[in-house]
């Protein structure tokens, strides 16, 4: 009997999978990304970000492993034991992810195929601009048409919380409400915690700074540090350099996987009501210059038939 959150591919639609991941692997050569294979069994990681939603298992030594249930950080883990954290480098994978737990997000699958490419030992609006460009074209080659690039800016986030001066975990309060847009329960918060003035109003504008190129001129207004207006000129040079590629822009956006600390995105077709690929920068998260995405091969399958 077939394991609950797994599937077989036969004839035709397994030589559709292959040919898109073909597609997606040739583009990503063009661009000068070299293969990288990372092995599907790794050493248990309490650290990991999927750690709780990750199959273990123990090996007849004893030993507890984990399946390859994220491609980013068992990429990091590798270039950091490989001493080659710091180099340059374009890599791009392709491969089978587990997860013990089945996610409506990836269609209630337990295992499922990922295409994507990092970007590592380079931090530059000129990289970001890179990754936002290449991913929509990978999208174009899939046929997925009119592709919108949804982009967010947790760094932006973290620093107007750090205005506030309060705990972390008040502030990881503060960011879970921003993300869930739950205006209501912020403004709660920022009552309980003290916050007032200037900064209120800032953290409390997040939610609703969603839209095309008129909200950075809003975000600017909310800027409330040099590092702040930092991340929105990088942010605006990152658009620049991508003048074809259609982008919304969401402050709101305050988390995803702990290891972002630069601008993430994602992208959406009118057609499809799930993110089609994700991915953003992560300096020092796991390495300490880099960036990337992924596409999700069966969500991508779906969007373009």
């Known amino acids: 009997m077939r394991p609950e959150g797994t599937r077989v591919y036969l004839g035709e639609e397994a030589r559709r999978r292959e040919a898109l991941i073909q597609a997606l692997t040739r ?18 990681d309490p650290d990991h970000p999927l750690y709780a939603r990750a199959f273990k298992l123990v090996d007849k030594t004893g030993e507890v492993l984990m399946l390859r249930s994220e491609f980013t950080t068992a990429l990091a883990k590798a270039l950091t034991a490989e001493g080659r954290a710091r180099e340059e480098g374009r890599y791009r994978y392709a491969g089978k992810l587990w997860l013990r737990e089945a996610s409506a997000e990836i269609g209630r699958l337990r295992e499922f195929t990922q295409v994507g490419v990092e970007f590592v030992g380079v931090s530059s609006p000129e990289a970001d601009a890179e990754l936002i460009a290449l991913a ?5 080659r899939a046929g997925v048409e009119r592709v919108v690039i ?4 947790p760094a932006f986030v973290h620093d107007l919380l ?11 309060a503060l960011r879970r409400a921003v993300d869930k847009k739950a205006v209501p329960e912020l403004a709660g918060l920022l009552d309980r915690f003290g916050v007032t003035g200037r900064v209120r109003e800032a953290i409390l504008a997040l939610p609703d700074l969603y839209g095309g190129p008129e909200v950075l001129a809003e975000a600017e207004r909310a800027a409330l540090s040099e590092r702040a207006k930092l991340d929105l000129a990088w942010l605006a040079e990152v658009r620049r350099r991508v003048p074809g590629v259609p982008m919304i822009f969401d402050f709101g956006m305050a988390r995803r996987f702990d290891y972002y600390t630069g601008l993430t995105f994602r992208a959406y077709t009118p057609d499809f009501g799930l993110p089609l690929l994700g991915g953003g920068r992560y300096d020092g998260g796991l390495l300490p210059f880099a960036a990337g995405f992924a596409l999700g091969l069966e969500r991508l399958m779906e969007a373009a038939a």
């Open 27 to 44: 583009l990503f050569d063009e661009h000068g990304y070299a293969p990288v294979e990372v092995p599907a069994l790794e050493a248990l």
């Open 136 to 140: 929509f074209e990978a999208l174009r």
């Open 150 to 153: 949804e982009v967010g800016l």
């Open 162 to 172: 750090e205005a506030a001066r309060l705990p972390e975990e008040d502030c990881e």
